[in-house]
């Protein structure tokens, strides 16, 4: 092989890659805004459901499963609700906005991401004021199609009802209290359950149970 | 491979039967059996490779002549890659609730044997019109494979069909765990080899 055609095969396989690059980037550059904004909404649509009967979902903290920034929240029910009028800066204009006064925490709710088998499963997993698992849902994940996305489905979810953390294991098999796995996917079962939801509530306890009374 | 140049209709034919991506020419098996447990799965896996395969084939063709024969490989790689990407990034992005049922499948794609396979052997000799057809075609084998495979796995193994129960009582658990998919397409591809053998005088898998 000559100087020339070395040079020739370089010159094209850069060429090419860059173009390549340059699309992808393209694209990227003009659809990740609206991406990060719809996954917002969709994270604050799903908190809302997590806990219906809460009036307002307040931020508490922050920690970091597998490296990943996730939050925790008080969700929490108004005292009573007062409608203030509030003087808008803009315009001039007099408006009414209801305010949430003497919120009182009925629970918490938790993010969390557990390592399943082919990706990282993003969790949220609300409790009662005991650390009692209320619902959990899985906001997103990249297990295998058939066997891992099982999870997503209510079978499965709903066994998460009423566990503590002390219950919350993953059994192969029929199991009263505890977590049965999904027939084939018991990583991804373990991942949400033991990974996911019990170091979530764990964190949960960790951090709050000095408000909690009991 | 004949050398004597096809009709389209024909070379749309010879990817749905003639060479079958999975019961003739037995590439791309992974996703016949990681992803054929049930119909909804199948089918959505097969439609994304249609249209991956076909806008390769397309993209692989049109460029042929910038290729240097010596680094096809990655550009093919680069390709396949940048259709997965660009498609996945714009579901996710303008059609949410579809990509919410198939992204899963559209991201596993970039690892497909019968898109590379295709671009390598067809769509890269290849002009724009033939090539596109070739990968249709081919793409329809794929999904008409996925279809027969998850059939079967799915009404044997759950007792469903798109998840409607149909048939009650204790299903075959095997057919929807991943030995039941070696099962399921070994005996399709036994089966649709005596087809062949029988009534049209094929040579069997064997002869192709």
Redesign the interface.
């Given at each position: 092989m000559t100087t020339t055609d070395m040079a020739k095969i370089t010159f094209n396989l850069v060429t090419i890659y860059v173009i390549g690059g340059l699309i992808m980037a393209f694209v990227y550059a003009k659809t990740s805004p609206i991406m990060f904004i719809k996954a917002k909404e969709e994270k604050e649509a799903a908190l809302k459901l997590m806990m219906p009967e809460a009036d307002k979902v307040a931020v508490l903290g922050t920690w970091e499963p597998h490296e990943k920034h996730a939050e925790y929240y008080a969700a929490q029910k108004c005292g009573e609700m007062k409608v203030i009028s509030i003087k808008d800066e803009k315009t001039g204009e007099m408006k009414e906005e209801k305010e949430c006064a003497d919120p009182q925490d009925i629970g918490y709710i938790v993010e969390g991401f557990g390592k399943g088998y082919s990706s990282y499963i993003h969790i949220l997993a609300s409790v009662d004021k005991n650390f009692i698992v209320q619902k959990i849902s899985i906001l997103g994940h990249g297990e295998t199609p058939g066997l891992g996305d099982e999870i997503e489905k209510d079978y499965f979810l709903t066994q998460f009802k009423g566990r503590s953390a002390d219950n919350l294991v993953v059994i192969k098999g029929e199991t009263p209290d505890k977590i049965q796995a999904i027939t084939g996917a018991t990583i991804s079962s373990r991942a949400v359950t033991e990974d996911g939801v019990k170091n979530g509530v764990k964190l949960l306890k960790e951090k709050l149970s000095g408000e909690v009374e009991g | 491979m004949s050398l004597k140049p096809k009709s389209n209709w024909e070379l749309i034919k010879n990817g749905m039967f003639g060479e079958n991506t999975i019961f003739r020419m037995a590439i791309s098996l992974c996703p016949s059996i990681?992803?054929?447990?049930?119909m909804k799965?199948g089918v959505?896996?097969g439609v994304a490779v249609v249209f991956v395969q076909t806008m390769v084939n397309a993209t692989v063709s049109l460029?042929r002549n910038?290729?240097?024969p010596?680094?096809r490989i990655?550009?093919f790689m680069?390709?396949i890659a940048?259709y997965v990407?660009?498609i996945d990034?714009?579901m996710?992005?303008?059609a949410?609730p579809v990509y919410k049922e198939i992204g899963?499948?559209i991201?596993?794609i970039v690892a497909f044997a019968s898109i590379f396979a295709r671009a390598e052997v067809f769509a890269n000799k290849n002009k724009l019109w033939p090539s596109i057809c070739d990968g249709f075609g081919m793409g329809l084998g794929f999904l008409l494979a996925m279809i027969v495979i998850s059939f079967f796995r799915e009404l044997l193994g759950k007792g469903e069909l798109f998840g409607y129960s149909l048939i009650s009582g204790n299903p075959l658990?095997i057919m929807?765990?991943?030995a039941g998919g070696f099962l399921a397409v070994g005996l399709l591809m036994g089966f649709f080899n005596w087809v062949d053998m029988k009534f049209f005088g094929g040579k069997g898998a064997s002869g192709v």
């Open positions: - | 990681a992803v054929t447990n049930g799965n959505s896996l460029i910038f290729i240097h010596k680094i990655p550009i680069l390709i940048g990407t660009i990034l714009l996710a992005t303008y949410r899963l499948y991201q596993i658990l929807i765990l991943p």
